[in-house]
Each structure stands twice: as structure tokens, then as C-alpha cells.
């Protein structure tokens, strides 16, 4: 026998349907709360069928954000195997029925007949460090998408209040800038405070600078109130706004401070990171999530499997005489592997970083590519680079 149990997860709860041995379903399909009460009656099921059947179940199931963590970090306790299927493969194999019908329970049915026909390989657990390298990647993304909204808010306010101070200190979201702009918001507050008064806030919001640069600065915060078309702020509201603004990117400036830290900090206990350092071009925040997206390289027995998953690769499309010759890259990898490898590129072909990038990237252009073909090109031997560094555990210096 070859029993199987297909999970269709949703939030909260999946519905479970188990099959014997191919074409022979196992009782009822049932639905399962993700509790901890639940859960374990789960794996009373599963022993359950390991002795009726004599063998034990697969399970397979959706990747499904983040609901299916639940059932797999409970059935990695319990060291079960899984089966944790791209949903675009569930998607495709759905499609190829006749009839349009969508539930859970058939959902469910359907994983298992799946798994029969498909011969899928058990999912390989990762290891806690790169997960968590991961993770705090992926939230300073988050907190970078966040943080760059919230300067488009305050730049709105800033161009209805103030728009002559982005003239004044060459980073507008330095502390000592922020810090000014929200004690002094308006060209009235500065008139009225004076240059001497303004030449001490500096000094005491950005202490380590000379007084020449104090008063320098103090002088263009004046000139720039002067020129300021808004010498009286009407609404009051734009005010509120502009120092709520402010606070928010202090409070994101703080977040991604720690975040960094803590990524470099996590990074720094790992051999792979220093290896994917060693390439010219890849500074420490694309090493970091180079190697938390790609994990245990050990998950690819091929470079190519590692192409694939950053979704570099081209697709192919061709039916009876007809075979395309513009293909594009399928893009069903992961965004941010392929993002940071794009900016890796570009870091190393510009002013020459990475000598042996940029003579395979001058060769493809020699050869009439375009430059985004070109780039592609370079991601893709990269990568293959990347493979070989991190299966012989060498540094880039070392590769022949």
C-alpha cells in the first residue's frame, strides 16, 4: 500500500482527506481546527492509518503563506514527512477537470490523486538560523515599503508648509534636519527664534559638528524661510501632519537600525555569508538575503535548480512548427532572490567591480544582446557561481 493524506489548508483550519493506496479513499474527508488538541488528534490519525495500511502516510499540502505553519512545525515535532506543493502545480492539475467545481473537500481529494500521479520529493526542513535570517530580511523589506510611503506623505506636507527647507542640509531625513524641521516647522517660528537661537539648536541636536557648521546651517535655515512662499501656515492641520510625519520616520529610522544590526549580527554566525561576500559587488545586506532566500544549498542538485528557483530561466513556447525565439524569464522563483541578484549585477559590472562580470557582460553586448539580456545573462552565471562557491564551501577568489 501507498497511503497518502491530502490537506486543503485554509485559516484557521484545513479539511483532510486520506487515501489507502491509489483510487481507494480512506473513509470521509473531516475538517481540522489548527488547536493544539486538534492537531494532535491529527497525528493520532496519521498512526492510525500507519497501522491498518503497514506503512507510513505522506501528507502533502499547499504552500499557503503562512497558514500552513501550524501543521508543519506540529508535524516536524513528530518528525512526519510532508509534501509541501507549489500552489501553481495544484493550480494547473485543478484545471485539467471538466467540470468547474471548487470546494475544499474536493480540494483535498484532489492533492491526493495529485501526489499519485506526480512523483514529488519529501520537503527538506531548513535549518532555524537561515529561516530566521529570512524572516528578518523579508520584514526589512516590509519596513522599507512602509518607511518609503511615509516620505511621500511627508513630502505632500512639506511642499504645503515648507518647501524651501529641502534646500537646507544635503540629507533632508538626517536627525539634526528632522529634528529642526519639527522644532521649527514654519518661516514665522524661525523669524521669530533668530540665528543665534537657531545656531544653538543645531549645536544641540547635532553635537559632534563645529560651530562654523552651526551657524552656516542656521544661516540657510533663515534664508530659506525668507524665500518660503507659506510665511503663515493657514491650516493648522498641515502642522499636526508634518510632525506626525516626523515622529514616524524617527520611529522607522530606529526599526531599521535594529533590523540591520540584528540581520548583520545573525548573518555573521553563518559560513555562507562570508563566501557570498567574497564576490565583488555583493555588499552585506545582498549577501544576507541572498543566503537566507537560497537556504542550504544542498536543496539543488543542479545549478540550473537554483536558476529555476530565482526564476531567471527562460520559457519555452513551442507547438507544432512554431518555436519562439523571443522567451522571456519565467519569473516564478523568488522576487527578492532575483532582486538582489539584479542589484548584485549592477554593483559588479559598473566601474568594474567584478572584472570577470563585466567582460562576460561587455562579451554579450559585443554579441548584439540588449542590455537587460545581457543582464540576465550575468544573474544567470552568477548564480552558478554562487552554486559552485557554496558546494565547495570556497571563496570567490578561490574559483578557477
Not at 475538517?31 to 491529527?42: G, P
Request: with cysteine.
Amino acid at each position: 500500500m501507498n497511503p497518502v493524506v491530502g490537506l486543503d489548508v485554509a485559516k484557521g483550519e484545513s479539511q483532510v482527506q486520506e487515501f489507502s493506496d491509489k483510487s481507494k479513499p480512506y473513509g470521509k474527508s473531516f475538517s481540522m481546527k489548527h488547536t493544539r488538541e486538534e492537531l494532535d488528534q491529527f497525528i493520532g490519525f496519521l498512526k492510525e492509518i500507519e497501522e491498518v495500511t503497514g506503512q507510513v502516510p505522506m501528507v502533502i499540502l499547499e504552500s499557503t503563506g503562512h497558514y500552513h505553519s501550524p501543521i508543519v512545525q506540529c508535524m516536524e515535532e513528530h518528525e512526519i514527512l510532508y509534501i509541501l506543493l507549489n500552489p501553481i502545480i495544484s493550480y494547473q492539475a485543478k484545471k485539467s477537470s471538466l467540470r468547474k467545481v471548487k470546494t475544499d473537500v474536493i480540494d483535498a481529494y484532489q492533492l491526493c490523486v495529485l501526489y499519485y500521479k506526480e512523483d514529488f520529493e519529501p520537503h527538506k526542513n531548513r535549518g532555524i538560523q537561515l529561516l530566521n535570517l529570512r524572516n528578518l530580511s523579508r520584514q526589512q523589506e516590509i519596513v522599507t515599503n512602509m518607511y518609503v510611503e511615509v516620505k511621500l506623505h511627508f513630502h505632500t506636507i512639506l511642499d504645503q508648509v515648507f518647501p524651501e527647507y529641502r534646500k537646507v542640509f544635503g540629507d533632508l531625513y538626517s536627525k539634526v534636519s528632522l529634528s529642526m524641521l519639527k522644532e521649527y516647522p514654519t518661516s514665522e517660528a524661525i523669524l521669530t527664534a533668530g540665528e543665534s537661537r537657531l545656531v544653538e539648536s543645531v549645536m544641540e541636536f547635532c553635537p559632534r559638528r563645529s560651530g562654523q557648521w552651526a551657524r552656516e546651517k542656521a544661516k540657510k535655515i533663515m534664508d530659506s524661510a525668507s524665500r518660503n512662499p507659506f510665511q503663515k501656515v493657514v491650516y493648522e492641520s498641515h502642522l499636526i501632519n508634518l510632525r506626525m510625519y516626523i515622529d514616524l520616520l524617527f520611529h522607522y529610522q530606529g526599526h531599521f537600525s535594529d533590523l540591520e544590526g540584528r540581520i548583520v549580527a545573525l548573518a555573521n554566525e553563518v559560513e555562507e555569508y562570508k563566501i557570498i561576500q567574497s564576490i565583488p559587488g555583493i555588499g552585506e545586506k545582498i549577501a544576507a538575503t541572498i543566503i537566507s532566500e537560497i537556504g542550504e544549498i544542498d536543496r539543488f542538485n543542479h545549478p540550473k535548480k537554483l536558476v529555476a528557483f530565482a526564476g531567471v530561466d527562460p520559457s519555452v513556447h513551442s507547438s507544432g512548427k512554431f518555436t519562439a525565439t523571443i522567451n522571456h524569464i519565467t519569473k516564478r522563483g523568488s522576487s527578492r532572490l532575483r532582486h538582489s541578484l539584479y542589484l548584485a549585477v549592477l554593483c559588479g559590472i559598473r566601474s568594474s567591480r567584478n572584472k570577470k562580470l563585466k567582460a562576460f557582460y561587455d562579451k554579450k553586448k559585443s554579441e548584439g544582446k540588449p542590455a537587460k539580456v545581457a543582464i540576465v545573462a550575468c544573474i544567470n552565471k552568477l548564480l552558478h557561481w554562487i552554486y559552485a562557491l557554496l558546494k565547495r564551501k570556497e571563496t570567490f577568489l578561490d574559483l578557477a
